[in-house]
């Protein structure tokens, strides 16, 4: 019981408010054989000291401590983050905030989300951002099915070049509902194949992702162009929304509606989580958006306040005419997207982002000098696909034992790609830990 705080009083004091004898009376709704018999086995309790140096040596096993040069990216990136960003975002008045169900009480939480949808719909050049989504995947869902109902077609073109993990997330959407979802393919060029779009009628939406999964920047007026002609709205995603400090916006370039992952702006990889959807759209669609929309308004006394203006997911309170139920409000990555977004301001994120393509560019054209084949010939940002000597697997292993974590493998995802990995810089790589991966990778 070491490190449970709750004692044998304390839970049958909880057990007998709750009217139960025993802890397992707790989950009698489960059938008995899915539930586990006997005792855990588990080692004994260790010190504070005994437990810290277990867990230091279990994370010196895993190839993501500083020791390790790791260029991986693939829809997760590797950022500086401004230490105000986790300084500001650590107080209780932040950290400690919910929901805003009774938002004439909480001016303070929905000022943060104003101002993060100010800024949202500035970076993505959009009239309308919502106060965040659970993450990028199903931010692409969400306006795939907005699409489905402002248009009433039922069919969405997906490019096959949108991250696969997003795609998988939008055909579980998608699976019951009916809509069709077709695939555009990929060009020799790694962008989307946009003449195929003419091929099918009465498409709800066109989706394209700019920088798509292999890092080459699409060409986005002419998907809307193509997406218009036909009546459908295009949908412009994304995986690294520090691109657009050096790309221009998907709304300056026709997009209908913006969906993608925030996780670039200030908010750390822990493994995978958390990560923050950032969805944006026309004013004249902002009835279809789900999720929430903060306003500023003043009061009688003619004081600024900021109100919840629309809260079209709440099933509480819309029910079945409900937009969705599983766009998490994720208020705090918000505030930390917000923070990180004003901290380094619109010249700083220009700077970012060019020190971004710079760096990739450098490993880039090192890599094609030293003889490996770069597959897309197209501008890229932060990511591009490459082909190693004596076959991608092969290399990566050999990488990894020189504590070089060299990208993604895309044989798993992209049959044709077998040989293939990949490779992402951020400005945390160095340049002397791009020159050893060159150096490693052709010895």
Avoid at 117 to 128: I, K
Avoid at 247 to 269: H, N, T
Avoid at 339 to 345: D, L, P, V
């Amino acid at each position: 019981m070491r490190y449970l705080p709750h004692t044998d009083g304390d839970i049958a004091a909880m057990l007998g408010t709750v009217g139960l004898k025993e802890l397992d009376d707790l989950f009698a709704a489960v059938p008995g054989d899915c539930r586990f018999k006997g005792a855990l086995q588990l080692p004994e309790a260790m010190s504070e000291w005994a437990l810290e140096e277990l867990v230091g040596r279990l994370a010196g096993r895993m190839a993501v401590s500083p020791e390790y040069s790791v260029f991986l990216g693939a829809g997760s990136y590797d950022h500086y983050i401004p230490a105000t960003v986790s300084s500001l975002l650590g107080r209780s008045e932040f950290v400690t905030s919910y929901t805003p169900y009774q938002p004439e009480m909480l001016q303070g939480t929905l000022q943060g989300i104003y101002e993060y949808q100010t800024l949202a719909a500035r970076l993505m050049g959009m009239e309308v951002a919502t106060a965040s989504h659970y993450d990028g995947a199903t931010a692409l869902a969400e306006a795939l099915l907005m699409a489905v109902r402002i248009t009433g077609r039922k069919k969405v073109a997906l490019s096959r070049a949108i991250h696969p993990h997003y795609r998988q997330v939008v055909r579980t959407y998608f699976a019951p509902t009916g809509y069709e979802l077709l695939e555009l393919p990929y060009l020799e060029t790694g962008l989307t194949d946009l003449d195929r779009i003419r091929e099918i009628q009465d498409l709800a939406a066109v989706a394209v992702q700019s920088p798509n999964f292999f890092g080459c920047i699409e060409n986005l007026p002419a998907a809307a162009q193509r997406a218009h002609s036909g009546g459908a709205l295009l949908v412009s995603g994304f995986t690294e929304a520090l691109a657009f400090g050096l790309l221009k916006s998907p709304g300056s370039q026709g997009a209908d509606i913006v969906a993608g992952e925030g996780q670039s702006l200030g908010i750390p990889r822990s493994f995978g989580g958390p990560a923050l959807g950032m969805l944006a759209s026309r004013k004249r669609h902002m009835r279809s958006l789900p999720g929430r929309l903060v306003g500023k308004t003043k009061d009688r006394d003619g004081k600024r306040g900021f109100v919840l203006t629309l809260a079209t997911r709440e099933q509480h309170i819309r029910r079945e005419k409900a937009t969705s139920n599983i766009c998490s409000n994720n208020s705090l990555c918000a505030l930390a997207a917000a923070m990180y977004m004003a901290s380094i301001g619109g010249t700083g994120i220009r700077e970012l982002a060019s020190l971004n393509h710079d760096k990739a560019e450098y490993l880039k054209n090192a890599l094609r000098d030293a003889g490996c084949p770069i597959r897309f010939s197209g501008p890229t940002f932060n990511e591009f696909v490459v082909r190693f000597p004596g076959g991608f697997d092969a290399a990566y292993r050999h990488l990894l034992e020189k504590r070089i974590v060299a990208g993604l493998s895309l044989g798993g995802y992209y049959p044709e790609l077998a040989d293939h990995g990949l490779l992402c810089v951020t400005e945390t790589c160095s340049r002397e830990a791009m020159d050893r991966l060159v150096e490693e990778v052709t010895a």
